[in-house]
């Protein structure tokens, strides 16, 4: 049976992806920042799983607001670079891992959860950046990604508590898959910054840094952990 190994929090602020390939790591402004993920490689180097099960949000890249899933799985055998205005990132080709994310579509919307299936997709910064960070320049990625992506552009956006259960119910997915896989459940993002409006771009780090270090607790379904902030 697959197995669940680790799960991985990172941001994907696109700039950090623009360092990397611009060779700018070095600089004054960028080095306290990878030096800070030096420790993670050296982590992901030895504990480098089969498949990366990434959560993610798509920046009007895949979908437009002509079409805005709430929930979208990769189901595709790979996911090239998006284009975002200034040409794709000069990155490896993503691999997919269509049989597990069957799968877990399989079983999530047998679990009564409505899930986009995207059968063909560029993915974003959203998606490269975190694969870059936590292993480098590489001619290849060395794990194959199943992509999902969380409406975060257009309200109605869903709610905190949707997306917990989604993430039991993908938990349990992953668990019941036959072959003996070694997955990991990354998540990417921000936190008190929003894409648009009148605070786009802007960073609260004192909320961010007290929401990163809640402890969990045990929520009231047996077995769940959550935030201990979690609305």
Known sequence: MAKITAGVACSHVPAIGAAMDLGKTAEPYWVPLFKGFERSRQWMAQNTPDVVFLIYNDHATAFSLDMIPTFAIGCADEFKPADEGWGPRPVPVVKGHPELASHITQSVIQSDFDLTIVN?????????VPLSLMFGHCDEWPVRVVPLAVNVTQFPTPSAERCWQLGAAIGDAVRSYPAGLNVQVWGTGGMSHQLQGERAGLINPEFDNA????PLVTSPRAGETSRADRQ
Not at 120 to 128: A, S, W
Not at 211 to 214: C, I
């Open 211 to 214: 929401s990163a270090t809640q």
């Open 120 to 128: 063909r997709m560029d993915v974003d910064h959203g998606l490269t």
